[in-house]
């Protein structure tokens, strides 16, 4: 079945406790990207990935780091959280301009 | 920059009632996407317009883009239990074709 795939699907954790989102797609998309969710102000991309080994940032990167080593993997890292980073996260590939997400992340920074 | 608006942000019907949310864009767009994201769900793609004034028909889902491609409506005839959550709309941006979303409607079915 083709999917995208997130991991974990629930994460509490304390402030400046590194940790990373991983998120796979089996479709051999080359453009991947991260948003994050929060009430009232819709889906605000974080990063994108074109291909491999080419990010970009998106409108909200600040706290976040990417990479892009193969094609299927786009990890979402957050080096140091603050409580600010508490939010709904979902990965997204793309085809054809349509966007496959993941079913999302729900992180807690406390 | 670049702005997608999305109304309203919610809307509360009695089931058998119809939904429409509209979007407008601050500018011309070569496309407009349409997602559905269920409560506790992720973003499903509905549909995708690409022609001035088109109108596109999912059962009882009616999908418009206006003539000078800047707004765009979806329209649920009769809704139903199963079409709760919120829609959402996006187009492409100018400069990196990244998705502009709107910020969504929410259905909400009145008990």
């Not at chain 1, 054809?96 to 729900?106: D, N």
């Not at chain 2, 996407?33 to 995708?48: E, M």
């Amino acid at each position: 079945e083709a999917q995208v795939t997130q991991n974990p699907r629930y994460l509490i954790t304390v402030t400046g406790k590194k940790l990373t989102v991983t998120c796979s797609q089996n479709m051999n998309h080359e453009y991947m990207s991260w948003y994050r969710q929060d009430p009232g102000l819709g889906l605000r991309q974080i990063y994108y990935s074109m291909n491999v080994e080419v990010t970009d940032k998106g409108d909200v990167p600040e706290g976040y780091k990417v990479s892009r080593k193969e094609k299927r993997n786009f990890p979402l890292i957050l080096e140091s959280p603050s409580p600010n980073q508490t939010s709904l996260y979902f990965c997204a590939s793309r085809f054809r301009g349509r966007y496959t997400f993941g079913s999302g992340t729900r992180l807690t920074v406390v | 920059g670049q702005q997608v608006m999305q109304i309203p942000q919610y809307q509360h019907v009695q089931e058998g009632e119809d939904f429409t949310t509209y979007c407008n864009s601050s500018t011309t767009l070569s496309n407009i996407q349409w997602y559905k994201q269920r409560p506790g769900g992720h973003p499903v793609f509905l549909i995708q317009l690409v022609k001035s004034g088109e109108v596109k028909k999912q059962k009882r889902l009616t999908f418009q883009f206006g003539e000078a491609k800047k707004n765009s409506s979806l329209h649920i005839t009769a809704t139903q239990t199963t079409d709760v959550g919120t829609y959402f709309c996006a187009g492409p941006e100018d400069s990196n074709y990244q998705l502009i979303w709107g910020a969504g409607t929410k259905l909400i079915i009145k008990p």
